[in-house]
């Protein structure tokens, strides 16, 4: 059996197709095939709050390739979510409908909320140790999602409007910040130690330039460190010297900003990269959906 999970980000879209593991009564999965396609819907959507017929057309491709894959594929179940670039763009819906009518993909438009509940969905935390604090950072191209977990229990979740290519394109605002460093401040208060957990292409890449073996957890030394070495280094120099891709070596500077400003306003020394997204949590989402169904 196969599912597939479609994520429509501001930045990239996402293709994971992911075979299911029945074992006794426990379900798994295991990723088949990920395809990522750097469409940068946020560009339209953050500066002129519409998809451009060119970014729409993009995307109905990108849907038609997907839709035919995961029919040679054979998934059997599936869930496609658009985040901030489809939430601020106008025409929105009316793409959404687009989508249905010549791909048949059902595709929903979520709420910063859903976004990080799909997110923390992946349940990372209890391969570390449930007994600790843990404050899930997702950074995207449109938003962040900020989940604060004690003992395996959710404490506080909310989505805020900072993102790399909203920073890059200066749509962020001062007001978006001092919320997000507020909602930090209260919730984390009362806990003595916070770990990080970080999600998202981003800090999946600072993770794999850390060097950092054997899972171990990238300290907030190393990622300022990592965020100097690169700033150090011009656009271009990235990407060929460094060898980022075009794509990642513009919002990886702003993502690195994020992660900061978050992990020290929550007092976090160290962060978890378990690389996994919002596809892994839509993928176990489907898994607790047809298996809570069937049990």
């Not at 729409?56 to 839709?67: N, P």
């Not at 391969?127 to 999602?145: A, F, P, Q, R």
């Not at 208060?189 to 770990?195: E, P, S, T, W």
Request: proline letters at 1%.
């Amino acid at each position: 059996m196969r599912y597939a999970a479609i994520d429509i980000g501001s930045n990239a879209v996402r293709l994971l197709i992911a075979d299911i593991v029945e074992n006794n009564r426990s379900v798994s999965f295991k990723k088949n095939t990920l395809i990522r396609v750097p469409l940068r819907l946020g560009d339209d959507a953050f500066l002129e709050h519409r998809l451009s017929d060119k970014k729409e057309t993009d995307l109905v491709k990108t849907m038609l390739a997907f839709r035919n894959l995961m029919d040679v594929y054979k998934v059997t179940d599936y869930m496609a979510y658009a985040t901030s670039a489809m939430r601020e763009a106008k025409n929105g819906q009316e793409i959404a409908k687009r989508i249905k009518d010549e791909t048949n993909i059902d595709l929903e438009i979520v709420q910063g909320q859903k976004e990080a509940g799909l997110i923390y969905a992946s349940r990372v935390e209890q391969n570390i140790d449930k007994g600790k604090n843990y404050l899930y950072i997702d950074v995207g191209g449109g938003s962040t999602e900020l989940s604060l977990f004690s003992a395996g229990e959710l404490w506080a979740s909310r989505s805020f409007n900072i993102g790399t290519i909203r920073m890059l394109d200066n749509q962020d605002t001062e007001e978006s910040w001092t919320e997000m460093k507020d909602f930090i401040r209260e919730n984390t208060r009362q806990f003595k130690l916070i770990a990080g957990i970080g999600t998202g292409g981003n800090i999946n890449k600072l993770y794999r330039l850390s060097e950092e073996k054997n899972n171990a957890p990238l300290s907030f030394g190393k990622l300022k460190s990592l965020y100097t070495y690169l700033n150090s280094f011009s656009l271009k120099d990235r990407i060929n010297v460094l060898g980022l891709n075009m794509d990642r070596a513009d919002v990886i500077i702003p993502a690195c900003e994020i992660y900061l400003t978050v992990m020290k306003c929550a007092n976090i020394k160290n962060i978890y990269v378990p690389t996994v997204g919002l596809v892994d949590g839509i993928i176990q989402t489907l898994i607790e959906k047809n298996y809570l169904k069937t049990s």
